[in-house]
């Protein structure tokens, strides 16, 4: 994609020309170019540098050392390393974004083995890897483990695929490790015994979360570590660690600046609960407090000491919190600027938090019973409208609830006009306004006309194609957008491709938009990270002509058991410069 | 009522074998398990993928939802074991089992006076999160109502299971 008027022989991609020291039309040398850009870090500012013309795409490449890969499948391995050679920290992104919700089959791909063969090879001198939503299996780990002599950091997100062994294998063999950062993996059980395969001197670890293994882990050699890291910042454990062993750990790391806690269900002798509370006392510098699992009212005051400076506190898990002690600890954590908390805390809960935490910024509520659809707990709109009352400042929300009314969404976006991501999860599909009984339309209108600067949207509950036609007419700097259960014909769809100019990522389940739509963004794609589409009105025909039409586009349809053949049930659409997957299981047909 | 039956071939009581007493409610506030009030609701279809919850957060409550594998705690000790309940048909053959798992003794149940004559009582929290004594309801109430076990010092047992 080259946006710019240039002489075909300066195409980025014809990377085998040489340069010389200057060239005419350039004010500097190259020495002098590069160690500017040496200094810029963001891989968006990097891709436009490299655009602007031939020596400043190379300077760039030449000086680049931390690579970005949003789609996995968008580049290969290969084009990679031709194109840098001194890369220290690698953030690979694979599969959609769906697969967190079971929709995806198991070994659909974005197995990040073929890539660290590559690196391998080519950045021998790796620091960091960072994956979301990728397999790395536990000889992908032990390759990285024994590849990597400077590697420093491992952060793997939603990724699955390792078990105990892989893990055992970094800690054994990675001296200079100062980050194990596992979050939200999807694994078989993952057994907690790599924790004790450090080796005796190692001291370098600063980032430390296990808090999504279930495995049990020896507290010994647990203890241990954490002592003897001094340099130990950001410690989360997983809820086999008991109330008291976490005091012991607190005692060794006082000075941690985020903190994932065990298991909050302990019977504690008065002693136990002294020490535990003078513990949290000492911690003066957390900023992030997170797990406490099965936290009830007896043991949060436990807490007080170190929330004064708290911005972020995670109570997600924490599905025993009644409104009442939420509201308490919330008086003890003024500074918090992000909140997620279970819909346990209810309505009442929510009005406390709009009356305790004036800075906040980001709130987020999470279902603790998603599936059970008798049962009426959780938050409504009033939650909803009692933060918004109190919290000026807030621009992200994730909301899961089982009523809403446009009138409220109307009312929250007029308190909170700086909304960047509105995600909205109306739990019974297609449901209207609950007091009016009308679509929720006007709601989601509301929001992008209010909202100049929404950049994610998430939209729910019972929506006719007005919806899109107000989101493609006002949401001008929308990035990313997911719909369910909505829309009612093509040309909702075609309302968000003619519209939304920025628009990255679209996800859509379970709505009548059929070829019409999906062929209506075919100039969009390229510009886009990606489509998923399941469970619309999309058929093979339709793909295949999407296909035919866009050679720079992957376009992948999941084949499921006993579907309509002529139906294309699962469609993952997605611009790429390596050409159809390698590594395609059989049941996705590349078009 | 089924639980009649079961509980004369499963309660824990004091008293010569024979004797048909009649069997006293249980001896808390809480509301009486749904199970007991009406039919059960006719199952609702789950759709994939929604709520669009990770199946991170899933696992925890699946764990809570399937009921029959639950952790087991014991006071003091570093680790937590897990029991499938569905092994078990009575109490006495859980607190066996447990009795065995942790290797301790475990006194004789009396609905008045909880676990008498040991170091040790079982708890276990129910879906409500509250600390219940074993052996105070039925067993297949308690079968379907415990998240989770835990084996107290039977000094602070004492308050548990005493009525209201």
């Not at chain 1, 020495?31 to 655009?51: G, N, P």
């Not at chain 1, 400043?56 to 031709?82: D, H, M, Q």
């Not at chain 1, 483990?145 to 893990?167: Q, V, W």
């Not at chain 1, 938050?379 to 929300?397: D, I, N």
Request: aromatic share 10%; proline share 6%.
């Amino acid at each position: 994609m080259d946006p710019e008027p240039k002489k075909p022989e300066d195409s980025p991609s014809n990377s085998g020309n040489s340069h010389g020291p200057v060239h005419p039309q350039s004010p500097f040398p190259d020495e002098a170019l590069e160690k500017v850009l040496s200094f810029v870090d963001s891989h968006k500012d990097r891709s436009s540098i490299s655009l602007v013309r031939k020596d400043w795409y190379n300077a760039e490449r030449w000086t680049r050392s931390k690579l970005f890969i949003g789609n996995c499948y968008a580049v290969s391995p290969e084009i990679v390393a031709k194109r840098f050679r001194r890369i220290k920290s690698v953030t690979l992104k694979g599969k959609p974004r769906f697969s967190d919700f079971n929709m995806l089959p198991l070994d659909w791909g974005a197995d990040v083995y073929p890539w660290l063969v590559m690196f391998a090879k080519v950045y021998p001198f790796l620091e960091e890897l960072r994956l979301k939503r990728m397999t790395i299996t536990d000889e992908g780990l032990e390759l990285l483990a024994k590849s990597f002599p400077c590697f420093k950091a491992l952060s793997l997100s939603s990724c699955d695929g390792f078990t105990e062994n892989g893990l055992k294998a970094i800690a054994s063999h990675c001296r200079n490790l100062t980050e194990v950062n596992i979050q939200d993996s999807i694994t078989e059980d993952v057994g907690g015994g790599w924790l004790s395969c450090f080796p005796e001197n190692f001291s370098s670890l600063e980032i430390l979360n296990f808090s999504s293994l279930n495995g049990d882990v020896n507290f010994d050699d647990l203890e241990r570590l954490v002592s003897r890291c001094k340099l130990l910042r950001v410690l989360k454990v997983n809820e086999s660690i008991t109330l008291d062993e976490l005091q012991r750990l607190l005692v060794h790391a006082p000075r941690l600046t985020e903190l994932g806690t065990g298991s909050f269900l302990q019977e504690l002798t008065p002693r136990q609960y002294e020490e535990i509370e003078t513990a949290f006392c000492n911690c003066r510098n957390l900023q992030v407090l997170s797990g406490l699992w099965e936290a009830t009212s007896v043991y949060l005051p436990l807490l007080y000491g170190a929330c004064a400076s708290l911005t972020f506190l995670n109570l997600s898990v924490a599905t025993t919190l009644q409104s009442g002690e939420f509201a308490k600890f919330l008086a003890h954590c003024p500074n918090l600027r992000c909140l997620w908390v279970s819909d346990t805390v209810e309505d009442k809960g929510l009005e406390a938090v709009g009356l305790s935490c004036p800075l906040l910024e980001e709130l987020r509520v999470y279902p603790a019973d998603p599936y059970d659809r008798d049962h009426l707990d959780g938050v409504t709109e009033l939650g909803f409208l009692a933060v918004s009352r109190g919290c000026p400042k807030l621009h992200y929300v994730l909301y899961f609830c089982r009523r809403m009314t446009n009138a409220a969404v109307v009312t929250i976006v007029q308190n909170c006009p700086n909304f960047t991501h509105f995600r909205l999860c109306i739990m019974t599909p297609s449901q209207p306004d609950y007091l009016t009984n009308e679509p929720m339309d006007e709601a989601f209108g509301a929001v992008v006309k209010t909202c100049p600067k929404i950049k994610r949207l998430s939209v729910s509950g019972l929506l006719t194609d007005r919806t899109f036609e107000y989101i493609g007419k006002y949401a001008k700097d929308l990035e990313t957008l997911s719909v369910a259960f909505a829309g009612s014909s093509d040309w909702g769809m075609q309302c968000i491709m003619e519209g939304c100019p920025k628009l990255r990522k679209l996800e859509i389940r379970d709505c009548p938009f059929g070829d019409a739509a999906l062929l209506s963004g075919r100039e969009k794609y390229e510009m886009m990270r990606s489509l998923w589409m399941s469970a619309c009105s999309v058929t093979m025909k339709g793909c295949r002509l999407l296909a035919r039409e866009s050679p720079r586009l992957n376009v992948e349809v999941i084949r499921e058991e006993g579907g309509n053949e002529a139906q294309a049930l699962k469609v993952y659409v997605y611009r790429s410069v390596a050409g159809p997957r390698q590594d395609a299981p059989p049941f996705v047909l590349t078009l | 009522m089924d639980c009649d039956l079961n509980l004369k071939a499963t309660e824990l009581r004091l008293g010569l074998p024979g004797t048909t007493d009649a069997i006293s409610p249980p001896k808390n506030n809480k509301r009486s398990s749904p199970d007991s009030d009406s039919a059960p609701p006719p199952p609702k279809a789950q759709i994939v993928g929604w709520p669009p919850v990770r199946s991170y957060r899933k696992n925890n409550l699946a764990e809570a939802e399937s009921g029959s594998f639950v952790k087991v705690s014991m006071d003091g000790a570093p680790y937590l074991r897990k029991i499938d309940l569905k092994v078990y048909n009575c109490y006495l053959e859980l607190l066996e089992g447990l009795e065995k798992m942790f290797k301790l003794t475990i006194g004789e149940y009396s609905e008045r006076e909880g676990y008498k004559g040991s170091e040790y009582a079982p708890a276990y929290e129910d879906k409500d999160g509250d600390l219940m004594l074993v052996g105070d309801v039925p067993w297949e109430m308690f079968k379907s109502s415990c998240k989770r076990l835990r084996i107290m010092k039977a000094s602070d047992a004492r308050g548990l299971g005493c009525a209201v």
